[in-house]
């Protein structure tokens, strides 16, 4: 299985191209959901194409169908009950990701940001997440989704400050509804739509799409987060009354 990887990520296109299209050969659907729901509440999944896999998905949404169905091949089918189904799947597989971030950092707290770095474990990326909820508060969890690494490390800051379960509970259904959704449906009516009008395929196209949507998606936020001119308190009246 490694050599096979390792053949497989060595042999022509970009690497995040190669790792989906390895994920879709070989684990497929399954596969899929682990991958979401590891970025989306484990510390080990913050590497993670996410945004990526899932555009991939849309446009290889013929061979997770079949696959679901226990149908051979990848051929394209009209968008239906099998279509909804995964989609409904991956959307739960995000939102356990996140319930289980939360939980692990509402009981481990402060604990979190005394540990030292490890290959695993980045405080930076922490401290980045904690710093991008203090801006947006209740809507990190929301926005975070369309975030790389944020959105592993969002849901964790949220249970470390103790952010309201019922609150937490509905921005990450919605973020969740809102980033499976919007990609997956994205990837597969764009390849339907190519593949009909010009006789084309997405499917060796799928690094260069996916970095121009996070690009778009993430620059404008990220600009304002660590770039943008931040208000700087006025002095405290040091002056004491006799």
Same mark, same amino acid.
């Given at each position: 299985m490694e050599s096979l990887l390792h053949i497989h990520l060595l042999d022509g296109g970009g690497f995040i191209q190669r790792f989906i299209s390895w994920i879709i050969d070989n684990g497929g659907l399954y596969f899929l959901l682990f991958v979401i729901f590891a970025e989306t509440g484990l510390f080990v999944g913050f590497f993670l194409p996410g945004d990526s896999l899932l555009f991939a998905a849309g446009i290889f949404m013929g061979?997770?169908?079949?696959?679901?169905?226990?149908?051979?091949?990848?051929?394209?089918?009209?968008?239906?009950?099998?279509h909804v189904l995964i989609i409904l799947m991956v959307i739960i597989a995000s939102v356990i990701g996140n319930m289980v971030g939360y939980w692990f950092g509402y009981k481990t707290g402060p604990l979190l940001f005394e540990r030292r770095d490890t290959w695993?474990?980045?405080?930076?990326?922490?401290?980045?997440?904690?710093?991008?909820?203090?801006?947006?508060?209740? &809507?990190?969890?929301?926005? &975070?989704?369309?975030?790389?690494?944020?959105?592993?490390?969002?849901?964790?800051?949220?249970?470390?400050?103790?952010?309201?379960?019922?609150?937490?509970?509905?921005?990450?259904?919605?973020g969740s509804i809102a980033w499976v959704s919007s990609m997956m449906l994205g990837g597969f009516f764009l390849q339907t739509w190519v593949e009909n009008k010009?006789?084309?395929s997405l499917k060796d196209h799928i690094e260069a799409i996916t970095i121009v949507i996070i690009l778009v998606t993430t620059l404008p936020v990220l600009y304002k987060l660590f770039f943008a001119k931040k208000q700087v308190p006025p002095p405290a009246d040091t002056n004491v009354n006799p």
């Open positions: 061979r997770l169908v079949n696959e679901l169905a226990g149908l051979p091949g990848d051929t394209q089918h009209p968008f239906g009950f099998y695993i474990f980045k405080k930076k990326h922490l401290i980045r997440a904690k710093d991008f909820y203090d801006h947006y508060g209740k &809507a990190t969890i929301f926005l &975070a989704k369309f975030l790389p690494i944020i959105r592993t490390f969002a849901p964790i800051v949220a249970g470390i400050v103790r952010m309201s379960k019922p609150h937490f509970i509905f921005y990450n259904i919605a010009f006789g084309l």
